[in-house]
C-alpha cells in the first residue's frame, strides 16, 4: 500500500476534493492538520519549501502538491506511477 500523506484543514474543499479522488480508488492516506497542529504547519511548510496553502499532498515520500496537480496526475496517468513505487 502506498504511503499517502495529506496537509489539511478542516474547512478545505479542494482537501475534500483530494481525499475523493483517492477514496474513489480505494487508497488510504494520512491526513496532517495544520490549522491543529502548529508542528505540522511547520513541517509542511519546511518538506514544500515554503507552501502555505493546503492540500499539500506527499505519495512515497514525493510531494505531489495541491488538488490541481493530484487531478492532474490522474488524468495524465503519473498518479498510478507514483502510486506504484511504494
Known amino acids: ?19 475523493n479522488l483517492l477514496k ?13 497542529d502548529p508542528g505540522a504547519r511547520k513541517a509542511m511548510a519546511e518538506r514544500t519549501h515554503g507552501a502555505r496553502t493546503v492540500p499539500q499532498i506527499f505519495i512515497n515520500g514525493t510531494l505531489v502538491g495541491g488538488f490541481d496537480e ?4 490522474e488524468r495524465s496517468g503519473k498518479l498510478n506511477e507514483l502510486l506504484g513505487a511504494g
Request: charge should be neutral; proline fraction near 6%; aromatic fraction near 8%.
Open 70 to 73: 493530484l487531478a492532474a496526475a
Open 24 to 36: 474513489s480508488k480505494g487508497l488510504a492516506w494520512r491526513e496532517l492538520r495544520i490549522d491543529t
Open 1 to 19: 500500500m502506498p504511503d499517502i500523506e495529506i496537509y489539511s484543514t478542516a474547512v478545505c474543499p479542494y482537501c475534500v476534493a483530494a481525499k
